[in-house]
């Protein structure tokens, strides 16, 4: 791992933005769009909260004197999911399709995109919804996103930058104790010279903190490098409780 850190990425070569946005926007086939339609095209959800899934209909119409098959139903997220759908609409049939929006660990607007896809066009949607809205959480800590088992952080990472040989450079990262036994934080850093306590040094249930996070190089840094600290105290995988450090000259 050391020998890695110290490696330059190499360069690569980004798509454009618009390349980009006809991934996850992808324009209606000029083929199959005007052989189906979707209503509504746009569901507006207002507020929500986030305790329990909602249900979703629209309706889906074939507008040709043609049966149409219904090739793939693609969701812009795995919050959203098609729970019901058709596979062939035949001549100017319509179907209900139903979908589920999970709104459990959002909060903020969101809008979220079904994309309906048929033989006519296989690369193409012929018809798209969105739906969109507002989740209200109900969690006390949402302004603390991170998740380490019961211990809640603004963040898993933070950047060092000026670092210089003897002097100390610190950030702090807000936390929270979410559970109903005291947490203690220690952790294993894998770069000599970076240290973690926690403000204060034992978390009660429900009280608010910081982990400070200092790095004292013993020797002066030639290049910026990542590193991670591996934080041990609360219960969660190994994979979840692992901060990861930028050091930058």
């Not at 996850?24 to 746009?42: C, K, Q, R």
């Not at 507008?63 to 609409?89: A, W």
């Not at 033989?119 to 006390?140: F, H, N, Y």
């Amino acid at each position: 791992m050391a020998a890695m850190m110290g490696t330059t990425a190499q360069q690569r070569t980004l798509p454009s933005r618009e390349a980009l946005d006809s991934l996850v926007n992808p324009p209606l086939s000029d083929i199959a769009a005007s052989m189906i339609a979707i209503e509504p095209t746009t569901i507006d959800l207002g507020e929500v909260g986030d305790d329990a899934p909602i249900n979703i209909l629209f309706t889906i119409a074939n507008t040709t004197t043609e049966p149409i098959t219904i090739t793939d139903i693609r969701t812009s997220c795995s919050c959203l999911k098609v729970t019901s759908g058709v596979e062939q609409l035949a001549a100017a049939e319509s179907a209900k399709l139903r979908a589920e929006f999970n709104p459990r660990g959002r909060n903020g607007e969101f809008l979220l995109r079904v994309l309906v896809y048929t033989s006519q066009d296989a690369t193409r949607p012929a018809a798209r919804l969105d739906i969109e809205g507002m989740v209200v959480a109900s969690d006390i800590w949402g302004h603390l996103p991170e998740s380490m088992g019961r211990l809640r952080l603004s963040r898993k990472s933070v950047t060092l930058d000026g670092v210089r040989r003897a002097i100390t450079r610190t950030e702090r990262i807000a936390i929270a104790n979410s559970g109903t036994r005291d947490i203690r934080l220690t952790a294993q850093s894998t770069t000599p010279g970076i240290t973690l306590r926690t403000e204060p040094e034992i978390l009660a249930p429900g009280a608010e903190g910081d982990i400070v996070i200092s790095y004292t190089p013993t020797e002066e840094v030639t290049t910026d490098m990542e590193t991670m600290l591996v934080v041990e105290g609360c219960e969660a995988r190994a994979s979840e409780r692992v901060i990861r450090i930028t050091i930058k000259r």
